[in-house]
């Protein structure tokens, strides 16, 4: 399949990343949002990322620790690559493209990749009117990093052609890219996000069955929830939770700077989900409680200036 469109669903954290990666590896590059607001949230989003790239590539011509595998091979950085590479981000910057339209977005694409609220009910409302306008021969994509595709599948006008691809967060230097089909994926489809992951500079990780968390997030999701859990039984802060994963690992970030990167309201969401939350005196409803907290008072994460930590 000869890809060049491509449409992401949701321009949050995640979604504005990989919308600005996909447009900076060359193809026409569409975000659906679904409302005007959702724009002027967005908008900024892919603001900071354009000078993000272009901070990299300049830093990349002399240091060596700056190199970031999504912008370019390791054997072609050069002063003159990292100057040719940045026309790439002004060209990616400028071609992408913002709608709340279904029609505008959907109708001639090649590869759609959702990446809107962990909320079943928002994703399904999506695939729902996006199998409205969106072309039969459509690689459609999930980037969920906690629901499964399969209980999606039926909501896809053509489901042989639907499954999972995750990032990780800060995709232009941690590049991977989880492929994972549902039961009724077919190969081809399979093999066609594969191969597109590696055109947008990812390493494609294969995931040969449906496996909640996919890789990354099995082994992530457990360390967060043990942070969080400590935080909201009252054993440790925030603060020396982290110090204390950072001097017994080497690790450069603890749980609560991971969360404040992946923002709170993603971290509220997975954790809504378990059903022990359901119990009010359970670690997960006061966890919750607490994650809600900081929600209504605007402290979401890095994206929002201040979480657990001061960005301003």
Known sequence: MDIKNVVVAGGGVLGSQIAFQCAYSGYHVTIWLR???SIGRCQPKIDHLRQVYLDTLE??????????YGLLAKQDVTPEACEAAKAKVEA?????TLTTSYEDALSDADFVIESIAENPKDKIAFYTEMSKH???NAVVCTNSSSMLPSAFASHVAHPERYLALHFANSIWKNPSAEVMPHAGTSKEAFDETVSFAASIRMVPLKIMKEQPGYLLNSLL?????AG????ANGIGSPEDIDLAWKLGTGAPNGPFQILDVVGLTTAYNIASMNPAAKDPTSTQAKVIALLK???DAGET?????????DYH
């Not at 999701?221 to 929830?225: A, M, Q, R």
């Open 35 to 37: 409302s005007e607001g």
């Open 59 to 68: 830093a990349m011509k002399s240091d060596p620790s700056a190199y970031a």
């Open 92 to 96: 990616a910057y400028q071609d992408l």
């Open 134 to 136: 969106v072309p039969a």
């Open 221 to 225: 999701i457990p360390f967060l929830s």
């Open 228 to 231: 969080q859990a400590l935080w």
């Open 293 to 295: 907290e900081k929600i």
């Open 301 to 309: 994460g890095v994206a929002a200036g201040k979480g657990f930590y």
